[in-house]
């Protein structure tokens, strides 16, 4: 726990580091989109869900419920032009407090104040009706998110184009594909131009392409100074997109401040746990002569470790097994993000080392002198191949999942790895005056 | 009041969910559009055999339209009766057949019923045209009828206030208890029979055997709307004016109840569906 409990002034900004602090972030006087004010939401979980009047009559009373708690005295100002993100298990609350910001819920108490137009990203074509073309779509979903007639009518071609839809924007929406019908009203959504953006876990819609289009238009409604509030799990994404960051646990808020700086308290909070057994996690394949029984990632102490910090020397140890004697063969190991992008992958041949013969059991070690990957959780994969690395003997997915913690170099902008770079002003009036670098 | 306010904000949301409701109903049939007219030409003829024919039910000349037709006198009870009972069952249905849009978009939810009563009181004025064009014909006059149109125009805003106001209540009333729906099916057939539709009010007024029946059967808004539509489309007379105070009444009285019954409840609908 320890530094949790930060209250919601924003005094845990302060330390006003990563670029966005700095740059275009509006001033402290800024007038707030979103006030939540102690904001308490409780859920009927029924013990025994009958919806008929008989066993209302037989029972005396509707149904035996006990109320659980999903927000506790929740507040939060969220400034204008902010990207605010909303973060913590599943569980939390934060989705529930995202929907009681779009009205969609009422909360028993306290108050939330929201100025200016919202739209929803909750469920991407909720209200679509299947018989109906897409064109009577959009005008119907545009509608219900609170767009008059003129604009739809102006905005039109743009909703379909955005979708990629021309084609088949008369055709009945039920001959769509999901991606069609998600694209659609993804479009509808984002060109209802609203003052306020919520967003649930709703980025990672359609293809690559569609997808990079809907980062533009983020990016482009950050810059025009709209505000968005995002629920997600993805960690690194969370990092990239938001300015500040309320984090939840059990409906109540351990922590709000900047964006950087909560996600790696959460993480250093709810992922310290994370059990050895994840191990094989991944697919496994491989001819099986010479097996990897499993890796590790020692520290400087040479104790094995699954938390690191961004800067740590650290060493991975590949215990492997070889039933046979094989001569020359070539061990690999590669970091991947959570999404799947792979971030090195280094192995002996390439680095100059040739193992003559291994025959039994022994290990190889990879020594990292400076872990400079930047904050987040990442998966191992190892590999056993022969000297042509053609023929793999053992092939691991994803053995091993670790996480970074925020260290030296500091960096809170986002992005996978640190490229340790020095900074220095060589021309010009400003004398840097040297300062200690941030470490946390 | 600001549930009014809010209403006639998103009145453009309200053309486009009752243009959904109008544009999806016989989407993938056959007839199409030609259904609504169908259904109630069907009734007519099996209610003409039984009520007209066999049990010799007779409506009468009509006052000043001299028109003598059991058909005719029907409908004028029949379709306002589809009307109210086709708002009623279908408002029930909204709300959980909307679910997921509920769930996960704002918007004011005492729109969904109103708009299938709005999507309702487009086939009524359909049905009630191809009436009219009958009156004309049969009637003494081919444009006698015209000046009765307007009362029953404002008859028909009076009745759907009426129907979206009970409307209300049964959809949020559905939610809670899903067997709503099954009772008032039940209920529905009762109040059919306890409505001058198919058989004269003075009927019941020659064989009550007590005042008191009278005026408990009277009570029932649907006898005075019902008789309304029929002094002014068949007979072509001024209805009492007590009679159109009491629908008047009971029409705005409804609405205003049915909204506050659904404000009331809806608070939960998201987590409730």
């Given at each position: 726990?320890?530094d949790?409990?930060?209250?919601?002034?924003?005094?845990?900004?302060?330390?006003?580091?990563?670029?966005?602090?700095?740059?275009?972030?509006?001033?402290?006087?800024?007038?707030?989109?979103?006030?939540?004010?102690?904001?308490?939401?409780?859920?009927?979980?029924?013990n025994?869900?009958?919806?008929?009047?008989?066993?209302?009559?037989?029972?005396?009373?509707?149904?035996?419920?006990?109320?659980?708690?999903?927000?506790?005295?929740?507040?939060?100002?969220?400034?204008?032009?902010?990207?605010?993100?909303?973060?913590g298990?599943?569980?939390?609350?934060?989705?529930t407090?995202?929907?009681?910001?779009?009205?969609?819920?009422?909360?028993e108490?306290?108050?939330?104040?929201?100025?200016?137009?919202?739209?929803?990203l909750?469920?991407?074509?909720?209200?679509?009706?299947?018989?109906?073309?897409?064109?009577?779509?959009?005008?119907?979903?545009?509608?219900?998110?609170?767009?008059?007639?003129?604009?739809?009518?102006?905005?039109?071609?743009?909703?379909?184009e955005?979708a990629?839809?021309?084609?088949f924007?008369?055709s009945?929406?039920?001959?769509?594909?999901?991606?069609?019908y998600?694209?659609?009203?993804?479009?509808?959504?984002?060109?209802?131009?609203?003052?306020?953006?919520l967003?649930?876990?709703?980025?990672?819609?359609g293809?690559?392409?569609?997808?990079?289009?809907?980062?533009?238009?983020?990016?482009?409604?950050?810059?025009?100074?709209k505000?968005?509030?995002?629920?997600?799990?993805?960690?690194?994404?969370?990092?990239?997109?938001?300015?500040?960051v309320?984090?939840?646990?059990?409906?109540?808020?351990?922590?709000?401040?900047?964006?950087?700086?909560?996600?790696?308290?959460?993480?250093?909070?709810?992922?310290?746990?994370?059990?050895?057994?994840?191990?094989?996690?991944?697919?496994?394949?491989?001819?099986?002569?010479a097996?990897?029984?499993?890796?590790?990632?020692?520290?400087?102490?040479?104790?094995?470790?699954?938390?690191?910090?961004?800067?740590?020397?650290?060493?991975?140890?590949?215990?492997?097994?070889?039933h046979e004697?094989?001569?020359?063969p070539?061990?690999?190991f590669?970091?991947?993000?959570?999404?799947?992008?792979?971030?090195?992958?280094?192995?002996?041949?390439?680095?100059?080392l040739?193992?003559a013969?291994?025959?039994?059991?022994?290990?190889?070690?990879?020594?990292?002198?400076?872990m400079?990957?930047?904050?987040?959780?990442?998966?191992?994969?190892v590999?056993?191949?022969?000297?042509?690395?053609?023929?793999?003997?053992d092939f691991?997915?994803?053995?091993l999942?670790?996480?970074v913690?925020?260290?030296t170099?500091?960096e809170?902008?986002?992005?996978?790895?640190?490229?340790?770079?020095?900074?220095?002003?060589?021309?010009?009036?400003?004398?840097?005056?040297?300062?200690e670098?941030?470490?946390? | 009041?600001?549930?009014?306010?809010?209403i006639?904000q998103?009145?453009?949301l309200?053309?486009?969910?009752?243009?959904?409701?109008?544009?999806?109903?016989?989407?993938?049939?056959?007839?199409?559009?030609?259904?609504?007219?169908?259904?109630?030409?069907?009734?007519m003829?099996?209610?003409t055999?039984?009520f007209?024919?066999?049990?010799?039910?007779?409506?009468?000349?009509?006052?000043?339209?001299?028109?003598?037709?059991?058909p005719?006198?029907?409908?004028?009870?029949l379709?306002?009766?589809?009307?109210?009972?086709?708002?009623l069952?279908?408002?029930m249905?909204?709300?959980?057949?909307n679910a997921?849009?509920i769930?996960?978009?704002y918007?004011?939810?005492?729109?969904?019923?109103?708009?299938?009563?709005?999507?309702l009181?487009?086939?009524?004025l359909?049905?009630?045209?191809?009436?009219?064009?009958?009156?004309?014909?049969?009637?003494s006059?081919?444009?006698?009828?015209?000046?009765?149109?307007?009362p029953a125009?404002l008859?028909?805003?009076?009745i759907?206030?009426?129907a979206?106001?009970i409307?209300?209540?049964?959809?949020?009333?559905?939610?809670?208890?899903?067997?709503?729906?099954?009772?008032?099916?039940?209920?529905?057939?009762?109040?059919?029979y306890a409505?001058?539709?198919v058989y004269?009010?003075?009927?019941?007024?020659?064989?009550?055997?007590?005042g008191w029946?009278?005026?408990?059967?009277?009570?029932?808004?649907?006898?005075e709307?019902?008789?309304?539509f029929?002094?002014?489309?068949?007979?072509?007379?001024m209805?009492?004016?007590a009679?159109?105070?009491y629908?008047?009444?009971?029409?705005v009285?409804i609405?205003?109840?049915?909204l506050?019954v659904?404000?009331?409840?809806?608070?939960?609908?998201?987590?409730e569906?």
């Amino acid at each position: 726990m320890g530094d949790g409990q930060t209250d919601s002034s924003g005094s845990a900004g302060a330390a006003g580091t990563g670029p966005n602090a700095a740059g275009s972030r509006p001033a402290r006087s800024a007038a707030n989109a979103i006030t939540v004010r102690n904001v308490s939401k409780n859920f009927r979980l029924y013990n025994d869900r009958n919806q008929s009047l008989k066993a209302t009559f037989s029972r005396g009373r509707r149904a035996r419920y006990e109320d659980f708690r999903a927000l506790d005295d929740v507040s939060l100002e969220i400034e204008q032009g902010t990207t605010y993100g909303l973060i913590g298990e599943n569980g939390s609350g934060k989705s529930t407090l995202l929907k009681c910001m779009a009205r969609i819920l009422r909360p028993e108490k306290g108050s939330i104040e929201v100025v200016g137009k919202v739209s929803a990203l909750l469920e991407l074509g909720a209200g679509f009706h299947p018989e109906l073309s897409g064109r009577e779509n959009v005008f119907l979903n545009a509608a219900i998110l609170g767009l008059s007639g003129k604009e739809v009518t102006r905005k039109f071609d743009e909703i379909v184009e955005f979708a990629g839809l021309e084609q088949f924007i008369d055709s009945p929406v039920k001959n769509y594909s999901s991606g069609m019908y998600v694209r659609l009203g993804f479009s509808v959504a984002i060109n209802v131009d609203p003052d306020v953006l919520l967003v649930d876990e709703v980025l990672a819609v359609g293809d690559e392409q569609f997808q990079r289009r809907c980062n533009e238009k983020f990016s482009e409604m950050r810059d025009s100074g709209k505000t968005i509030v995002v629920v997600s799990h993805g960690m690194s994404a969370m990092r990239t997109i938001c300015d500040r960051v309320a984090w939840l646990e059990h409906g109540v808020v351990q922590q709000i401040g900047d964006a950087g700086e909560v996600i790696d308290n959460y993480i250093a909070e709810v992922q310290t746990d994370r059990q050895e057994d994840d191990e094989g996690l991944g697919a496994r394949w491989g001819s099986g002569e010479a097996v990897i029984d499993h890796v590790e990632i020692v520290d400087r102490d040479r104790r094995p470790t699954n938390r690191i910090n961004t800067g740590d020397a650290v060493t991975v140890r590949i215990h492997f097994d070889a039933h046979e004697p094989i001569d020359r063969p070539v061990f690999g190991f590669a970091i991947f993000t959570l999404e799947g992008v792979l971030v090195t992958g280094p192995n002996t041949r390439e680095a100059g080392l040739e193992c003559a013969r291994i025959d039994g059991n022994g290990v190889i070690e990879l020594t990292i002198d400076r872990m400079l990957l930047l904050p987040g959780t990442y998966d191992v994969t190892v590999s056993l191949y022969d000297h042509a690395i053609t023929h793999p003997y053992d092939f691991r997915q994803k053995v091993l999942r670790f996480d970074v913690e925020a260290g030296t170099p500091h960096e809170t902008f986002g992005g996978v790895v640190s490229l340790a770079g020095r900074w220095a002003v060589t021309e010009g009036d400003a004398h840097p005056t040297r300062s200690e670098p941030v470490t946390s | 009041m600001n549930v009014l306010t809010e209403i006639v904000q998103s009145r453009e949301l309200l053309t486009n969910l009752t243009l959904r409701e109008l544009r999806g109903k016989y989407k993938r049939s056959l007839l199409g559009w030609t259904w609504s007219l169908l259904n109630p030409i069907s009734l007519m003829v099996i209610y003409t055999v039984v009520f007209g024919v066999l049990f010799g039910n007779d409506p009468g000349i009509g006052l000043n339209s001299g028109i003598e037709s059991f058909p005719v006198w029907l409908m004028c009870g029949l379709l306002p009766w589809n009307f109210v009972s086709q708002s009623l069952s279908g408002s029930m249905a909204t709300l959980i057949g909307n679910a997921g849009l509920i769930k996960k978009v704002y918007f004011p939810r005492e729109l969904l019923p109103f708009s299938l009563v709005l999507s309702l009181d487009v086939s009524f004025l359909i049905e009630m045209g191809v009436l009219v064009l009958f009156i004309a014909v049969l009637g003494s006059s081919v444009v006698g009828v015209l000046p009765w149109l307007i009362p029953a125009l404002l008859l028909v805003v009076a009745i759907s206030a009426y129907a979206a106001g009970i409307g209300l209540m049964l959809a949020v009333a559905n939610v809670y208890f899903r067997d709503v729906q099954y009772l008032f099916t039940i209920l529905l057939n009762l109040w059919f029979y306890a409505t001058p539709i198919v058989y004269p009010l003075s009927l019941v007024e020659d064989k009550a055997p007590a005042g008191w029946m009278v005026t408990l059967y009277k009570a029932n808004p649907m006898v005075e709307f019902v008789g309304i539509f029929r002094s002014l489309l068949y007979d072509w007379t001024m209805p009492g004016m007590a009679s159109v105070a009491y629908v008047l009444v009971w029409s705005v009285g409804i609405f205003f109840a049915g909204l506050w019954v659904f404000r009331r409840f809806e608070g939960r609908l998201a987590e409730e569906l």
